[in-house]
């Protein structure tokens, strides 16, 4: 049974206030057993404070948005893989596509991400997803296989058993466009068939795939029930405690069914 995930990626948004009142109202709102995982992705600056905050509620993990492709050293402003597990993070959101296009990242500089964090036993939730003009030309499965080849596999199969994956259209994010519920099961289905090719059928049948591109309270229930569709990756509908919380009802009511 692949793990369902909702996951929350708040981006460079909220107070440290608000931050810790959105945890607190998410951590009382979700019963203990009978949930999906729950992950936080908080800016760096919360996440130690919120990790304590979590505790109570076994189904609550945190992620960084991001982490430095070093180790350590001389590298002002960054923050390594190990400072994240030094404190107790789980997870790490690699390659989002504000990263890839907003601060240059490559895919060779995901695919070191992608090592410093697997070194440090983080588990990287790898983001890919197409841009619009790549999908109005029809080059959109290559753009994401290139994506996955290029930044992700290569690391062992041990590895890759612990990685997420997050398919993230870039038409979709922050636009209120969503994919449709054929459209990601297409891809979500592509993605375990390329981790087959470069795998097994075995591995690529335990991976838990996200979807992310404005998913929010109305959508949800119809994009998890895609059979390949395991969670989503939820920026903007994250924010707000009660239309979040209704994502993670819609995983439950899916998941029970
Ligand atoms: P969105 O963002 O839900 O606001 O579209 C998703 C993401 O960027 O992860």
């Not at 030309?137 to 997050?166: P, T």
């Amino acid at each position: 049974m692949r793990k369902k995930i909702v996951a929350g990626n708040w981006k460079m948004n909220l107070s440290y206030a608000e931050a810790m009142s959105l945890a607190d109202a998410l951590v009382n709102a979700v019963e203990e057993n009978a949930s999906p995982d729950i992950i936080l992705a908080s800016p760096f600056i919360y996440l130690h404070e919120l990790i304590s905050r979590i505790q109570g509620n076994p189904n609550f993990y945190m992620a960084a948005q991001n982490c430095s492709e070093h180790q350590k050293g001389a590298f002002t402003g960054e923050v390594s893989a190990p400072m994240l597990a030094s404190i107790g993070i789980e997870h790490v959101l690699i390659g989002h596509s504000e990263r890839r296009t907003l601060y240059g990242e490559s895919d060779v500089v995901l695919r070191s991400k992608v090592d410093r964090a697997i070194e440090s036993g983080l588990i990287p939730i790898f983001c890919c997803g197409e841009m619009l003009a790549e999908r109005n030309a029809g080059s959109h499965f290559q753009r994401v296989a290139d994506q996955l080849n290029n930044g992700l596999f290569g690391i062992s199969e041990k590895q890759m058993k612990e990685c997420i994956i997050a398919y993230e259209p870039v038409w979709a994010i922050g636009t209120g466009v969503t994919a449709s519920s054929e459209q990601a099961q297409e891809m979500h289905a592509f993605i375990r068939s390329e981790i087959a090719k470069k795998y097994s059928a075995e591995l690529a049948d335990t991976i838990s795939i996200l979807y992310g591109g404005s998913v929010n309270a109305q959508n949800a229930a119809e994009l998890f029930t895609c059979k390949d569709v395991d969670g989503g990756l939820v920026g903007g509908a994250s924010l707000k405690s009660a239309e979040f919380i209704s994502i993670i009802r819609a995983m439950e009511s899916v998941s029970t069914n």
